[in-house]
C-alpha cells in the first residue's frame, strides 16, 4: 500500500464535502460513531457471522467460495437498487434521531450537514475511481469494511485497487449466501446501505478532524472497533491484503 494522505476523504466523500468550510467548524461526532447508535440503525450481524465462519476455513482463507450447501450463484447486479430521494432523506433523518440519544450536540452538527447537500451523491464520483457505486448494497459494505478497519489503525493508507476489488467479491460472494440480504428489496438495500456510508463518512471525518491529535485518532480507531463488534466483526483479528480480508497471524 502506498501512502495517501487523504484515502477515506477521497473514497467516501471527496475533500469538498470534507472540508473545513463544509463540516461544522466544532463538529463532534462521537455520539453517532458510538457502537450503540450504529448497532441501533441495522443489524449486519448475519454477514458477520458468515464472514467469520468463511475467513476462518481451512484452506481458503477469504469467503470467496461457500460451502455446497450454501452456495448461490453470484449476480453482481442484484445488490443493485434504484435509489428514491424522499427515502435518503428519511434514511439520513433516522440515523440522525437514533445517533441523538448518544451526542444531541453530535446529532446536530450531523443534521446540519446532510441538510446542506446530498452527502451520499457526492460520494458517487470518489467511489467510481475504485469501481464502486452508490446504489449498491455490497459496494456500501465493502467501503465500510475497509474503511473501519483502516481507522482502527489511525490509517489513511490508500489500499490497491486489487485489495479493493478483492473485498468487493467477499462481500458479494457472502451476500449472496445470506437470504436476509439476497432477498432484500430496494428499500431495505438502500437503508442498509445509507447507514454503512454514513458510518463510513463519518469514520473519514473523525480521522480528518484528529490530525496531528494522536488520543483523538486512538478514540476514534476505538469507535471503528466497537461499532464493528456490535455488527459482529472483530477487525483487530483480520489484515487487508490485495486477495481481500484474511485472518491476521
Known sequence: MRANAGYLAILLAGLTVLGAGNV??????????????FEATLNMGPIAETLRQQMQRKGNQGP???????ARPVQPDSFRYVPSKARRTANLAGFVAKSRAADPKGADDLAQLVASRDIIEEMRTPLAKYGLRIDNL???YTVWWIG????TRGSTDDPSQAAAAAVKQQVMRTMA???EFANANDSLKQSMSEALFMQALLLGVGLEQAKGNAAQTKAIGRAAAEGARGMGLDLA?????????????
Open 24 to 37: 461544522p467548524a466544532r463538529a463532534d461526532f462521537s455520539g453517532p460513531l458510538s457502537p450503540g447508535a
Open 177 to 179: 449466501s445470506v437470504p
Open 64 to 70: 470467496a467460495s461457500a460451502t455446497p450447501e450454501t
Open 237 to 249: 483479528s483480520m489484515t487487508l491484503t490485495d486477495e481481500g480480508f484474511k485472518p491476521a497471524d
Open 138 to 140: 455490497a459496494d456500501a
Open 148 to 151: 473501519a478497519w483502516q481507522a
